[in-house]
Nanobody
Framework: QVQLVESGGGLVQPGGSLRLSCAASGFTFSRYPMNWYRQAPGKERELVASIAGTGSSANYADSVKARFTISRDNAKNTVYLQMNSLKFEDTAIYYC?????????WGQGTQVTVSS
């Protein structure tokens, strides 16, 4: 069955960096665009970044452009989110996601807390 397992979250000071990973299994990873979403307390889940199946193109929310980079390694069935220059407002649970014709799949999430 499909599994998405995020890792790499933690506590970081403003201006710091974190790299999130999402290990995927149970589907043909390279066929699908992959997404990172986040959900802050009291807010709706929002799309942060997306990457094409080949990794040839990516899109970002305006709030993270020039600070976050999404990438993937199709040989390892893993998608990454490099987060630099972190701000207080980046605090959220970060989720890995993809969609096929039947379902919308989510990982369990990883907590990112930006605090001084």
């Amino acid at each position: 069955q499909v599994q998405l397992v995020e890792s790499g979250g933690g506590l970081v000071q403003p201006g710091g960096s974190l790299r999130l990973s999402c290990a995927a299994s149970g589907f043909t990873f390279s066929r699908y665009p992959m997404n990172w979403y986040r959900q802050a307390p009291g807010k709706e889940r929002e799309l942060v970044a997306s990457i094409a199946g080949t990794g040839s193109s990516a899109n970002y929310a305006d709030s993270v452009k020039a600070r976050f980079t999404i990438s993937r390694d199709n040989a390892k069935n893993t998608v990454y989110l490099q987060m630099n220059s972190l701000k207080f407002e980046d605090t959220a649970i970060y989720y890995c996601n993809f969609k096929d014709f039947r379902n919308n799949y989510w990982g369990q999430g990883t907590q990112v807390t930006v605090s001084s």
